[in-house]
């Protein structure tokens, strides 16, 4: 079991960047594929990123493709989200999720997930 924690959401202006942390507790976190997913108000929870259990391999949504790069550190047991040129529909609680399976775009894939980060990009 893994427990995971994000932090570093915020107010960020058109064009702006932020970095998302998600801290994963446990010694187990490389066994882990981790994935970050977004949730807008009054929309459904959809797929932002995901990485591979060793990062080599990364998978993104068209939306974000370009702008946003995810990756990990499994010594320090953390995963990023690194976005840039940020835009209002970035405006979402930026969840982080575990999963045991392969690296998938789909929510039910995701075992454990975090509380949530807030992220509004104002124009």
């Known amino acids: 079991q893994v427990q995971v924690v994000e932090s570093g959401g915020g107010l960020v202006q058109a064009g702006g960047s932020l970095r998302l942390s998600c801290a994963a507790s446990?010694?187990?976190?490389?066994?882990?594929?981790m994935a970050w997913f977004r949730q807008a108000p009054g929309k459904e929870r959809e797929f932002v990123a995901v990485?591979?259990?060793?990062?080599?391999?990364?998978d993104y949504a068209d939306s974000v493709k370009g702008r946003f790069t995810i990756s990990r550190d499994n010594v320090g047991n953390t995963v990023y989200l690194r976005m840039n040129s940020l835009k209002p529909e970035d405006t979402a609680v930026y969840y982080c999720?575990?999963?045991?399976?392969?690296?998938?775009?789909?929510?039910?894939?995701?075992?454990?997930w975090g509380q949530g980060t807030q992220v509004t990009v104002s124009s």
């Open positions: 999720a575990a999963g045991v399976g392969m690296p998938t775009s789909r929510t039910r894939d995701y075992d454990y």
């Open positions: 446990g010694r187990t976190f490389s066994r882990y594929v």
């Open positions: 990485i591979s259990r060793s990062g080599g391999r990364t």
